[in-house]
């Protein structure tokens, strides 16, 4: 069975500093990985995705995640934070299989300060 | 140009009552899915059709019942709601296996 887990429910990062928010994920078949980000009351967007081509992936938004097999981690990360980019992360994986249903880490809430 | 779409947006109604949920994706999607977000945040899966055929039913009450007339469409629709049931309902649609998610925007129901 698929699982996620996101350590840290909060993160304050300072504008200008490095934004690093953790998921490791849990899988018995090779994974497709998702960050989704959510601003207050609206629906989730897609920040970036990894479907097994390159392990370094480059999303929307400047953030970019690395997939590390052997640590079955998918960190998301970018390099100088900004206000706008205050929300809520979460962390997804979907298996192979018939169907593609997403199992969600419980979320990162990201807040950048002055 | 609204990729999906559900109304409403929010919904307020007592215990007891029965209402729907509708999502649309002008995608051309094949895959459609239900999620519920709970006061935490907390996203999990409901249901998912595929081309109008239930592929997923995780354990959910027997009180939602969810409907696809056609793979454009999947509606959702609640019997006798509860207190329980308070929470954001999120559509989504996808190509297929592996392929990102597209989410709307979501639908707050709260039981009084």
């Known amino acids: 069975a698929q699982s996620v887990t996101q350590l840290g429910s909060h993160v304050s990062v300072s504008e200008g500093a490095l934004v690093l928010l953790r998921c490791n994920y849990s899988s018995s078949v090779p994974p497709y990985l998702f960050w989704y980000v959510q601003y207050p009351n609206q629906g989730l967007q897609l920040l970036l995705k990894y479907t097994s081509a390159a392990t370094l992936v480059k999303g929307i938004n400047g953030f970019e995640a690395e997939f590390k097999k052997s640590e079955t981690s998918f960190h998301l990360t970018k390099p100088s934070a900004h206000m706008s980019d205050a929300a809520e992360y979460f962390c997804?994986?979907?298996?192979?299989?018939?169907?593609?249903?997403?199992?969600f880490g419980t979320g990162t809430r990201l807040q950048v300060t002055l | 140009d609204t990729a999906v779409s559900q109304t409403p947006k929010y919904l307020v109604t007592q215990m007891g009552n029965d209402k729907s949920i509708k999502c649309e994706q002008n995608?051309?999607?094949?895959?459609m899915y239900w999620y519920k977000q709970d006061s935490k945040k907390f996203l999990k899966i409901m249901f998912s059709y595929n081309n109008k055929e239930l592929i997923i039913n995780e354990t959910v009450p027997n009180r939602f019942s969810p409907k696809s007339p056609d793979k454009a469409h999947l509606n959702l629709h609640i019997n006798s709601l509860e207190l329980g049931d308070s929470a954001v309902y999120f559509c989504?649609?996808?190509?297929?296996?592996?392929?990102?998610?597209?989410f709307g925007d979501g639908t707050r129901l709260s039981i009084l």
């Open positions: 995608l051309g999607h094949d895959t």
């Open positions: 997804a994986v979907s298996e192979s299989g018939t169907a593609s249903k997403l199992t």
């Open positions: 989504a649609s996808n190509k297929g296996l592996g392929q990102p998610q597209h």
